[in-house]
């Protein structure tokens, strides 16, 4: 009996130590992913890029976006910006759906910024479970980023992956990476870690191919 009990408290210690190391490890990674996020951020977006393409404009808004690598996918709603009470002023903020495209930012093929927002975690676990917003923080250069709209499929490749403070979400200098612009990019946006809003995650990603949706 003595024996078994001495059993069961070594597999309890493992288990516990086991969590705990678990959990260390966890925290690290984070630590990690974060300090390197923070690290990429440019300064200011490259106004005086000239990324063109020879894309087909889009004959509808996105509808769809997937990271065809990993099998994660949302469908896309319009979002617009909308009144709110900010600091004793009436100020605008920007709608965000799980998925949501800003209706005044650009079509696939018309030679400005697409700008995806979404939540993360997903309002709904069935849509979190397949959503590209758990990966954002996690990309890497080249990585591609398929967005449909109308009748075809607008391929982009990610060229930054960086972090903005929460509290500097608002200046200037962040929200200019949402302006329409006059060059063909796509830009994403989520809050991380998951279920907080310490940090806005923006993926920047350029024109590759298109084709047409398969009927």
């Avoid at 990690?32 to 004959?59: E, G, I």
């Avoid at 004793?88 to 800003?102: L, P, R, Y």
């Avoid at 018309?110 to 923080?137: E, K």
Wanted: proline share 7%; aromatic share 10%.
């Amino acid at each position: 009996m003595k024996r078994l009990c001495l059993v069961l408290l070594l597999i309890g210690v493992l288990l516990f130590t086991g969590g705990a190391g678990m959990r260390v490890y966890a925290q690290i990674d984070l630590y990690n992913t974060q300090q390197r996020l923070l690290a990429a951020r440019p300064a200011s977006p490259d106004r005086t890029a000239s990324v063109t393409s020879s894309w087909k404009p889009a004959d509808n808004p996105p509808s769809r976006i997937s990271l065809p690598g990993s099998g994660l996918w949302n469908t896309l709603e319009p979002v617009d910006q909308q009144a709110e009470w900010q600091g004793g002023q009436i100020g605008m903020s920007w709608g965000v759906a799980d998925a949501g495209w800003h209706i005044q930012s650009g079509w696939p093929g018309w030679g400005g910024n697409v700008v995806i927002a979404g939540h993360s975690p997903s309002r709904d676990p069935r849509t979190w479970a397949h959503s590209i917003f758990r990966q954002l923080a996690y990309l890497a250069n080249g990585d591609r980023i398929e967005v449909t709209a109308g009748k075809r499929v607008y391929v982009y490749a990610v060229s930054n992956v960086f972090a903005i403070p929460g509290d500097q979400a608002q200046q200037p200098d962040a929200i200019a990476w949402l302006d329409r612009g006059y060059t063909e990019h796509l830009t994403l946006i989520t809050c991380w870690p998951p279920r907080t809003a310490a940090y806005r995650v923006v993926v920047i990603a350029q024109p590759v191919n298109t084709y047409a949706v398969k009927e």
